[in-house]
């Protein structure tokens, strides 16, 4: 079963760009749905952005075209570039692999958006 391990969460400025890392261990993730979810302050978690085994993406309306989630199976590593990134994006950004009934979630990374 995978585990997994978020990093590449920080302060920045309105319209600029961070890239967090998925760095999973345990198992492949290339047959695993990898995600990954946020908790802005005050408010639920909700998905941001997803990738199936097969490799269909799916997105946030809110982050379509402003963020990309790849996957690098050889590195068995989930990125998420965000790109244009508003104080709305303010949140806990969360990395999640889900097969059939198992789930897992790692810890969490900061991402602050602030002048």
């Known amino acids: 079963q995978v585990h997994v391990v978020e990093s590449g969460g920080g302060l920045v400025q309105p319209g600029g760009s961070l890239r967090l890392s998925c760095a999973a261990s345990g198992s492949t993730i290339s047959i695993y749905e990898m995600g990954w979810y946020r908790q802005p302050p005050g408010k639920q978690r909700e998905l941001v952005a997803r990738?199936?085994?097969?490799?269909?993406?799916n997105y946030a309306d809110s982050v379509k075209d402003r963020f990309t989630i790849s996957r690098d199976n050889a590195k068995n590593t989930v990125y998420l570039q965000m790109n244009s990134l508003k104080p709305e994006d303010t949140a806990v950004y969360y990395c999640?692999?889900?097969?059939?009934?198992?789930?897992?979630w790692g810890q969490g990374t900061q991402v602050t958006v602030s002048s």
């Open positions: 990738i199936m085994g097969g490799g269909s993406i």
């Open positions: 999640h692999a889900g097969l059939g009934n198992f789930v897992s």
